[in-house]
Structure formats: C-alpha cells, structure tokens
C-alpha cells in the first residue's frame, strides 16, 4: 500500500492513530517527494489548498524546523480542518437517490 494511500487511512481513523505517528508518516512523505519529484510534492499542496505564502516561509524563511516538517505540519493541520468540516456539515443521504 503506498504511502499516501496509508495517511488516508489513518485521518479517517484517526481516533486510534496519534497524532505524533500521523505527522511523522506526513513527514516522511514530504521528504521523499522532496527529495525525488518537488513538482509532485507542489502539486499536492496546491490540491490540498495549502496557502503559498505559507510555503513560502517554511521553504525560504524560517530556519527553525527542516522543511519537510514545516510541510508536513501544514498538510497535517489542514486535514484536521477539513475532517472537522466533514463531521460539522454532515449531511444525511438523500432518501430515494438510488431508486432511478
């Protein structure tokens, strides 16, 4: 199973994932795509609607933390975003949808 396809897995699970394992598998994919293929790694940041100007520091800016887990964090915080949109705006399935 790739990697991608188990962060997945463990955000929709993430009752019984931690935290600090779901950021490090984050982590570990940042580094590997920077490392391998950053055109990929910009291009799922940009479908994850991570800001630019957010990149931006973390790849230019700031010297604090290594890049890959400035990334990481920021891809991980917006999928906490999203999740909990998910769970506030729930909706109920239509009734009859799959009766045409």
Sequence with gaps: MPMSDKII???S??????EQDLQAAITNRVTELLER???L?????YRLDILEADI?????KQREIPISEGLG???FDKQLERKKYREQYKQ???EGW???
């Design 9 to 11: 897995e463990l955000f």
């Design 13 to 18: 699970s993430s009752s019984q994932a931690d």
């Design 37 to 39: 293929d950053i055109e």
């Design 41 to 45: 790694l910009m291009s799922f940041l």
């Design 56 to 60: 931006d520091f973390i790849m230019n």
């Design 73 to 75: 964090k920021l891809i």
């Design 92 to 94: 109920a399935p239509i």
């Design 98 to 100: 799959d009766e045409w």
